[in-house]
């Protein structure tokens, strides 16, 4: 797979350097990924959710943070949506269209 805006991973590792393993760990796993389904993802990452509209919501670091992507199969592409801590995830209201 690959990661469209990949340095908002890497932004928000430099301001949340607790997540920084975590997320760099999440993201190597996913580079060398090659999903075609959720089934896939959820053979990768067990504790994936979708939320609908081809969004997935990772737990990252033990649940202590959220990744919200959204994966297009056809074309190996991930792109981050919302990394966050799992309060600001909270807030969210309707994942399926950030």
């Known amino acids: 797979m690959r990661i469209f805006t990949e ?7 430099e301001a949340h350097p607790e997540a920084k393993a975590a997320l760099q760990e999440w993201t190597t796993i996913v580079k060398r990924s090659e999903w075609h389904s959720y089934a896939d993802i959820k053979a990768t990452f067990n ?21 919200i992507v959204i994966i297009r199969f056809t074309i190996q592409f991930v792109y981050i949506r919302f ?10 209201k309707d994942c399926s269209i950030i």
């Open 83 to 92: 990394i966050g801590t799992h309060a600001e995830y909270d807030k969210i």
């Open 47 to 67: 504790s994936v959710d979708s939320v609908g509209n081809q969004r997935y919501v990772f737990n990252i670091k033990g649940n202590s943070y959220r990744v």
């Open 7 to 13: 340095k908002a991973l890497k932004e928000y590792s």
